[in-house]
């Protein structure tokens, strides 16, 4: 009921094209689901998050859709550039969680130039 | 605005020795947490602070982890004794919500990368 399973593991995407990771998760009282990246060496940092009253959210190159009947919400980096290499973790809460994340098991993304 | 600041940044110990990480929050966020990421995994969270009070330390292993936020500010972490199983990042966060919100955005340090030989 807590899980936020994340997938793929990894992911090699070429400069200029669209990287999109997935995650599902399967309780429906979450109602917040951030995105974090993180650089090797570094601590996770907010990269965009959605709240499931809407089904889109972009910010620049990066967008979060959220399915709510599915339980299903993903990231799509746009123009994915070698700077956007790093691990990308999902996550959802809500109060059944007490409001603390239940993280996914992250992506490591390349951006090969 | 000053991020969360951890030390130390790095730290190789035998087993059964201990060690203390420290962490200072955000100036005013009101929630502090620790994480436990070991290499390939999503953060694991150990406690949870709402200024000096615990609210959640169900996945803290209390016969060897220990941890206190003084006065509500700085917090350490500390092992005793360490186990080669601990030898992982302990990421140290904070957030201005409080346990019973959905705020949003935790604030992370860069973390403390422990070794355990």
């Known amino acids: 009921q807590q899980q936020v399973k994340q997938s793929p593991q990894s992911l090699i995407v070429q400069k200029g094209g669209i990287s999109i990771i997935n995650c599902a998760y399967e309780?429906?009282?979450?109602?917040?689901f951030p995105w974090y990246q993180q650089f090797p060496g570094k601590g996770p940092a907010l990269l965009i998050a959605?709240?499931?009253d809407v089904s889109e959210k972009k910010e620049g190159r990066f967008t979060i859709s959220f399915n709510k009947s599915a339980k299903q919400f993903s990231l799509h980096i746009m123009d994915s550039q070698p700077g956007d290499s790093a691990t990308y973790f999902c996550?959802?809460?809500?109060?059944?969680?007490?409001?603390?994340?239940?993280w996914g098991a992250g992506t490591k993304l390349i951006i090969k130039p | 605005e000053a991020g969360v600041a951890q030390s130390p940044r790095y730290k190789i110990i035998e087993k059964r020795q201990s060690v203390a990480f420290w962490c200072n929050p955000i100036?005013?966020?009101?929630?502090l947490y620790w994480y436990q990421q070991i290499l390939g995994q999503g953060p694991k969270l150990l406690i949870q602070?709402?200024?000096?009070?615990?609210?959640?330390d169900s996945q803290l292993p209390k016969d060897r982890f220990s941890a206190e936020r003084l006065k509500g500010v700085d917090s350490t972490l500390k092992i005793q004794p360490a186990k080669l199983e601990d030898s992982a990042v302990y990421l140290c966060?904070?957030?201005?919500?409080?346990?019973?919100?959905?705020?949003?955005?935790?604030?992370f340090g860069e973390g403390s990368r422990l070794t355990v030989l």
């Open positions: 966060a904070s957030s201005l919500g409080t346990s019973w919100s959905n705020t949003g955005e935790l604030f």
């Open positions: 100036s005013g966020h009101a929630t």
């Open positions: 602070f709402q200024n000096n009070g615990v609210v959640d």
């Open positions: 309780n429906t009282a979450f109602d917040y």
């Open positions: 959605i709240r499931p």
């Open positions: 996550a959802a809460s809500g109060v059944d969680s007490n409001y603390q994340l239940i």
